[in-house]
């Protein structure tokens, strides 16, 4: 996972690549004051994209990057590269302090192709989950602490009894201060010590918030060789599009707060004691958990409604647009028999008209009327 590291280094640089744009934070507090609060989760949230994908109006997951992102009714949300720069993403507007993340997902076919599902901190703290389009039989692991990328050692790789880009696997991340632990399906694969963590100091441990998505390492237009070496090799865009699709997120915030501040003094060392915690029993709950927990949009709420009521509500529109249907038919017949009925008059009268100006030529002709000097000549 050396992508993420130089990607890291990329965006402090600001002149981040598309397809590497997966890592990077806007307000680096470890180096400023004033970095903005961001908003907790505090709670346990259920996000069922096979049943509403993801919700659109950016208040809780904002996209970010080039590249689709959609919905397909029977699997999730999918996140597809068509094209060279695509490198589509979502990113929570929560974050927690010690949590848990479950992403039930399949990850993209495809040379060079990256899918991931992380926890990342606006200090560069990360954990991750990352999977290469060319290996179906291995999943990655690693973190970083701080962005830090100088010691080596991080990343795992776990064989999978089953490709991770065929079926959909249970992939959860669970964090506290005391450990990290990541499990696939309901085998824990690996726990990592703060002491392993350059003791400590390099333990991711500043709030996270969830990114789910892919990027194309395998770029060479957008990337150092090593990176798309790393990757798996050079991608070939002819082969896409590259599909990965996420089912089903659960999270966990270990902390019942409202938000979560920086210091007011930089604390380069990101330790998690330095958080400003405010605690929702006392101010309430976020923005964004309210906005997750309010009833939810139409597609969402179409989506949540039983089966039954579905039929219903669709033989209901049927109904009222069959009976549309027919009022439209009847009133047109209605009007085209009256307009039938007028026509016929009008011809009639027309041919009246037409037959009594005969009538009447045949009867000058005939000089009935004693003009045109002849005589009974019909
Ligand atoms: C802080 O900024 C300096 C340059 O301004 C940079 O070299 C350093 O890597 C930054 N530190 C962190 C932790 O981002
Ligand atoms: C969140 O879920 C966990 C595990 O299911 C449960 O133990 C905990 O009580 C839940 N927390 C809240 C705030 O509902
Ligand atoms: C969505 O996925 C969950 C499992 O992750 C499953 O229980 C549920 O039935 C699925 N819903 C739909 C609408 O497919
Ligand atoms: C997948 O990754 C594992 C672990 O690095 C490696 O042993 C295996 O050869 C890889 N498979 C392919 C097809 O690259
Ligand atoms: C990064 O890791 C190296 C060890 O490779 C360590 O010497 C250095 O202090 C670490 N830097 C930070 C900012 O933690
Ligand atoms: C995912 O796996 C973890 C660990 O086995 C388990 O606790 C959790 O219930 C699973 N989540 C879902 C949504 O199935």
Redesign the pocket.
Known sequence: MKSFALSAIAA?AAVLPVSQAQTFTAC?P??RTGCPTMDALGANATFLFNKTGIPTNGKVWQKQNNGKIDWDEKGGTTFTIERSGDSPMVASQFYMLFGRLEVIMKSSKGKGIVSSAILQSE??DEIDWEFLGSNNTHVLSNYYG??NSTYGNRGREYPMEKSPHDDFHNYTIDWTKERIQWWLDDKMLRELLPTEALNGKNYPQTPMNVRLGMWAGGDTKHNKPGVVEWAGGETNFDDGPFTMMVREVRVQDYTAAKEYAWPDVID?T?SWEKIKVTSMAEAGQSPVLKEITKPSGVRNRWAALPQGAKIGIIAGSLGLFAVIVLLIAFCCIKQRRAGRKEHAALLAAEQKEAAELQEYKVQMQSGKFGYGGGYNRV
């Open positions: 402090l680096q470890l180096n200090a560069l701080k962005g380069p990101g």
